[in-house]
């Protein structure tokens, strides 16, 4: 599999399946720096960021304490480095990280979603 890395725009050659292009987006490769890309860490780490601002977001709304506003305090600027040195180290191009960036939202909304319903079928039964 032929892979022209980010710093020459990182746009893969046209011969490769569908499959492949999908496995590369998950198992990225750069055969020129010889690097394992963290593109699906990386692109995870975006919605979690998300989270831990919401929680500060909430307590300056709601001037009271929030569950998890400490830990978003603690977390937030190690998270920020952390993304910041997978960033560095992914190799991909554009249009792959808009892509599972849109599936990790897609796949983060929907949990939140999920765990919203089963705690509110909680507090019915317990009523």
Do not use: D
């Not at 998300?50 to 937030?76: D, S």
């Not at 952390?82 to 909304?109: A, G, N, P, R």
């Amino acid at each position: 599999m032929t892979v022209i890395c980010f710093k020459r725009f990182a746009f893969q050659q046209p011969k490769q399946s569908l499959n492949k292009s999908i496995f590369r987006l998950f198992n990225n490769h750069c055969p020129r720096h010889g690097t394992k890309t963290p593109l699906l860490v990386a692109t995870a780490i975006f919605p979690y960021l998300f989270h831990l601002i919401m929680h500060l977001i909430f307590v300056f709304n709601r001037r009271t304490y929030v569950p998890g506003a400490i830990t978003a305090i603690i977390e937030l600027p190690i998270t920020i480095i952390y993304l910041y040195s997978l960033i560095t180290l992914t190799k991909t191009s554009l249009w792959e990280w808009i892509i599972v960036m849109i599936i990790m939202f897609v796949l983060f909304i929907s949990n939140l979603k999920f765990i919203h319903w089963i705690m509110a079928e909680a507090m019915n039964k317990l009523r």
